[in-house]
């Protein structure tokens, strides 16, 4: 059945795709129609604007100006959720595109989920809670969904039942995987086996100005393998002293390139040539608790070893990436190192089938499938009650 569907993000559009974005080009692609809340934005024209989005016919972006009110949002909250609560209904009823089901990523925005006309609603954050009151949507929910068991852990306070659902791996990623695992299925292919360069390509996508990249140990696994090319995906826009030195650091190395931030499609092409990729991240309280990532699968999809930080989320997936055994990634350089010398292993045609499949298993297509199949049963556990 074909819903109207209000996804509240706490990133912009124009912000590089994530889960909220693949989400709601997942949900148009199978006819639903979509609207994407933006936060609040200061630098809108007028007070709001509700367009269309040029590739995607059933995505429409609702965006609006940062209100008078906004200020009151942490001095007293109840006010401000009452008066954001109304100013997006009206929103809503403006453009007329009333939802039938609200799907909300953000844990700031509203605490209160039920009042915005929609029959049913879904809170899913994909970032850990660093505060009480980001527990207060998934009260309202009617489905609470996070990617991993530690956040659900952090969610549970809520009194509410949480399901964990990994992320999603986006369209241009599903069919590189798909791609892969057909030439890995053919007999040229599987016979061809070993890797021939005599210089290994290594990939890492992200945001280098974020806060949790591991700067040192990136910094010191590139300055340990002048062998290795090191191709960086991703805005590289320093935000601190310490992303400045190091980004300065990348550009004068003659064995790195810095691709800057590029569609999900470009994406997905230069990932086609690389030999294996590279994940460290420090735990941070608002940005990460190694709990998760979707590049990950965005990795996997390629069938190509990955060398990371301890990420829960595949800590059972033993083989299929190698990963720190050390809180800080002290380690990560020497496994680096061994995973480079044993790349034709690594990367045998067994694994990276395994990898793939993974990949696969987790296309928002068959997310969609799985949450809708829970928002369903927890529809009918609620009726039965």
């Keep these: ?19 909220k974005h693949n989400y709601a080009m997942a949900l148009a692609r199978r006819g639903h129609r979509v609207v994407f809340l933006n936060p609040p934005q200061d630098s809108l024209l007028g007070d709001s604007a509700c367009e269309v989005v040029p590739g995607h016919p059933g995505v429409r ?14 001095h007293v909250p109840r006010i401000h959720d009452w008066l954001l609560r109304r100013h997006v209904t009206g929103l809503l009823r403006r453009y007329h595109c009333a939802p039938d089901l609200v799907w909300c ?60 659902v990994n992320h999603g791996l986006a ?28 210089r290994h390509r290594v990939g890492y996508a992200g945001n280098l100005g974020r806060r949790p990249v591991n700067r040192a140990v990136l910094r010191q696994i590139v300055a340990e393998n002048p062998q290795v090319d090191f191709h960086f995906w991703g805005p590289a826009e320093a935000n601190s002293g310490a992303a400045s030195e190091f980004i ?24 086609r040539t690389m030999d294996a990729f590279l994940l460290s991240y420090a735990a941070d309280p608002t940005e990460s608790d190694r709990s998760n990532s979707h590049k990950i699968l965005e990795y996997l999809s390629t069938g190509k070893v990955v060398v990371s930080s301890r990420i829960q989320a595949y800590e059972d997936q033993a ?20 995973t480079i010398a044993r790349l034709d292993e690594k990367n045998s045609v067994e694994l990276q089938k395994a990898r793939i ?28 009650n």
């Excluded at 109207?4 to 889960?19: E, F, G, R």
């Excluded at 609702?62 to 008078?68: K, M, V």
């Excluded at 209160?112 to 929910?141: E, M, N, W």
Aim: charged letters at 20%; proline letters at 5%; glycine letters at 6%.
């Design 319 to 338: 083989g299929l990436l190698m990963m720190s055994a050390s809180e800080t990634d002290a380690d990560l350089p020497e496994i680096f190192a061994e």
């Design 105 to 164: 990523f953000d844990f700031n925005l509203l605490g209160d989920l039920s009042r915005l006309g929609a029959d049913r609603s879904i809170f899913h954050p994909v970032d850990p809670l660093s505060d009480r009151r980001h527990l207060q949507p998934a009260r309202t929910a009617d489905l609470v969904l996070t990617v991993s068991s530690r956040i659900a852990g952090q969610l549970a306070a809520s009194g509410r039942e949480v399901h964990v």
């Design 61 to 74: 972006v609702l965006s609006y100006r940062r209100p008078w009110f906004y200020r009151l949002r942490f």
């Design 248 to 271: 300065a650091y990348l550009i004068k190395q003659s064995n790195v390139t810095l691709h800057g931030a590029v569609s999900q499609h470009q994406l997905a092409e230069g990932f």
């Design 1 to 19: 059945m074909q819903q109207a569907i209000l996804i509240i993000s706490p990133q912009p559009w124009n912000h590089i795709p994530v889960s």
């Design 357 to 384: 499949e993974v990949a696969l298993e987790n296309s928002y297509d068959r997310q969609i499938d799985r949450i809708f199949a829970l928002l369903n049963a927890a529809s009918l556990s609620a009726s039965a």
């Design 171 to 198: 369209a241009p990623f599903e069919q590189l995987g798909r791609e892969t695992l057909s030439g890995l299925n053919s007999s040229s292919m599987a016979e061809r086996g070993g890797l021939c360069r005599s």
